[in-house]
């Protein structure tokens, strides 16, 4: 709160894990529960998703586990990042999930089996993602969701990495269609991690077209 808004409110747009913090905070304001037993009841518990969690504290995973790999440097060494400690991103990304059980979460979503049709109108009203376009041309954002343009329509997604690990997903407007891309190494290079993400963007399009 010591800073000044980057923008005034519904004049553009930025990418902040603080507006998820944020948000995590009213829903447990709004709810007086933690914010893991509000996902637990209203999503992980009803879709059945087993192997999604949030491990506050724990650093270790359920096996069997992929390893994941960082490089903090362009052309050092790729380190072991798999034990990580992920309570700091709390409601911007403190979750465990497989890939399985996140391709169920969009099915689902976008089916509208999570929310009502004027939260899905809500959610799916988008704006320019403006700093994403050298990244990402033509897409746009809605409420947690992006929408990215395609040959044969366009998807809905949202990724996120850390330290080591990067998600990639895309999943139609039905939810009859989703693909979920789990990237276990994380390069340095600004221009090495750009093309593969830009790789991965692609598959995802091609494998829902």
């Not at 799916?124 to 409420?143: E, I, K, N, S, W």
């Amino acid at each position: 709160m010591k800073h000044e808004p980057v923008f005034a409110p519904g004049t553009s747009w930025d990418y902040s894990n603080t507006n998820y913090v944020l948000a995590g905070m009213v829903v447990e304001k709004i709810t007086g529960k933690p914010w893991t037993a509000v996902v637990r009841e209203r999503i992980t518990r009803p879709l059945g998703l087993t192997r999604t969690y949030s491990p506050g504290d724990v650093p270790t995973l359920p096996r069997p586990h992929a390893k994941a790999y960082q490089q903090f440097e362009p052309g050092g060494p790729l380190l072991d990042t798999t034990l990580l400690n992920l309570s700091w991103g709390w409601t911007a990304g403190d979750l465990v999930t497989t890939p399985t059980d996140l391709v169920r979460f969009w099915q689902a979503l976008q089916a509208g089996r999570l929310l009502r049709p004027a939260q899905m109108a809500e959610m799916r009203r988008t704006v320019l993602a403006v700093t994403f376009q050298d990244a990402f041309p033509g897409a746009r954002y809605g409420l947690g969701v992006m929408w990215s343009p395609t040959s044969c329509g366009g998807y809905w997604s949202h990724g996120g990495d850390v330290p080591g690990t990067s998600t990639v997903n895309g999943v139609t407007s039905d939810g009859r269609r989703a693909v979920v891309l789990a990237i276990h190494t994380r390069v340095a290079g600004d221009e090495e991690a750009l093309a593969i993400y830009h790789r991965a963007d692609e598959a995802v399009a091609e494998l829902l077209c």
